[in-house]
């Protein structure tokens, strides 16, 4: 294992174990779940099966679309995504995860109801974000996302600039992430290319994925050198404290 997997102490080499249970509320939607899953695994400081995280994943792809109820008054989700939480806690979960953007506009109202600590998709995005580039981003989300305001309200206390893409590119963009959700990955690639060629005659910066299907899409046009993932951030961001990686390297 190499130096940023294991802590020296003294002639012995220890090996770093997980040190929470993670809980997974997933199927918003069903691919972007499984593609966190994949990317836990894929970033988990771990030799052997023994060393990677304890993760219980509640797939539960029949809560109330986020962006239906935020657009058009559909159900509203809340009580389906606190119900899941509190399962997941139930279950062991020390730590909670939901890799779905959108749906943490109904979380931020309800924070003081959770059962366990909750890693943030924004806040773990926004802090990528700042990270990687100085110069400010572009912003692709769901229209939900982009009503709520969820990603502008964080972002000037994070020091992030965030740029917006016009009415038209935002429902080209809701479009992507509805080709994705129907698994049709080339169609949503295809629509992805022409969104970010415009966006970058107008602006040449890179694109924050901030709706956890974006990423499948860039992944399946071999454009992700391009974004800042929320998916990879909420799963960086998970492994850092499932590991307690920062006392470990104390």
């Not at 809340?78 to 939901?98: C, F, Q």
């Amino acid at each position: 294992m190499d130096e940023k997997n294991k802590k020296h102490k003294g002639d012995l080499t220890i090996a770093m174990f997980p040190k929470k249970t993670l809980g997974v509320l997933g199927g918003m939607g069903p691919l972007a779940s499984a593609e966190f899953m994949t990317l836990l695994a894929k970033l988990a400081p771990a030799e052997c099966d023994q060393e990677h995280p304890k993760v219980i994943l509640l797939s539960w792809p029949q809560i109330p679309d986020r962006t239906k109820a935020i657009l058009r008054g559909g159900e509203d989700p809340s009580p389906y995504l606190l119900e899941g939480l509190r399962k997941l806690a139930s279950w062991g979960a020390d730590l909670l995860a939901i890799p779905c953007n959108t749906a943490h506009y109904f979380i931020d109202k309800m924070e003081a109801d959770l059962p366990k600590p909750l890693i943030h998709i924004v806040e773990a995005t926004l802090e990528e974000t700042k990270r990687r580039t100085s110069g400010g981003a572009w912003l692709l989300a769901t229209s939900g996302t982009i009503k709520t305001e969820l990603y502008q309200k964080h972002a000037p206390r994070m020091g992030v600039q965030l740029l917006l893409p016009e009415k038209s590119s935002q429902e080209q963009i809701q479009n992507c992430i509805e080709l994705v959700k129907k698994n049709d990955l080339q169609g949503a690639g295809s629509l992805l290319k022409d969104i970010l060629s415009s966006l970058s005659r107008e602006r040449d910066l890179p694109f924050i994925a901030a709706c956890t299907e974006i990423p499948l899409a860039f992944k399946a046009i071999g454009k992700e050198s391009l974004m800042i993932s929320s998916l990879n951030a909420l799963a960086l961001k998970c492994i850092s404290v499932i590991y307690d990686q920062k006392s470990l390297c104390s």
